[in-house]
């Protein structure tokens, strides 16, 4: 019997609204529809694609300042992530979550750099976001290309 099938599925899949790539998981239609077939080479491959994807958006307006305190806080807030999940990463996951709550970056062991460093969490979040969105739409649009 097999465990459960890791996933970066964060439980917000805006496909189901007719979007081609989630907002929640940067995962496009089909690699959602088959995530349950790929095997755990696949998978981690993935996982590690989507992370870099999010390291390298991130990293564009944040950057980790003391990981032990972000990971404090993503336990607090009971946040998913996991433990081989990149830093940057695990924080595109915080600011989905509190985005409306945070005050001080700070707290959370991040700091606002480039474009970011004026902006509030729920505007760094929009942004971030739609940087995300469009960086998976190319990544989609190549995967499309390579088949």
Do not use: K, N
């Not at 239609?29 to 870099?52: K, S, T």
């Not at 305190?69 to 924080?91: G, N, T, W």
């Amino acid at each position: 019997m097999r465990g459960p099938v890791t996933s970066p599925c964060v439980g917000v899949c805006s496909t189901s609204v007719g979007d081609t790539v989630c907002r929640g998981c940067q995962r496009h239609l089909a690699e959602i529809r088959d995530w349950p077939g790929y095997d755990e080479v696949q998978r981690a491959g993935r996982m590690h694609e989507l992370d870099a994807l999010r390291e390298r958006v991130a990293g564009e307006f944040l950057r980790v300042t003391d990981a032990a305190r972000l990971e404090a806080q993503l336990q607090r807030y009971r946040i998913r992530y996991r433990a081989d999940q990149p830093a940057l990463s695990r924080a595109v996951e915080l600011l989905r979550v509190g985005r409306r709550h945070i005050q001080e970056l700070s707290r959370y062991g991040l700091a606002a750099v480039g474009e970011g460093a004026e902006l509030s969490c729920e505007r760094l979040h929009e942004h971030i976001t739609l940087r995300l969105l469009q960086a998976a739409e190319h990544r989609r649009l190549s995967v499309d290309d390579q088949q």
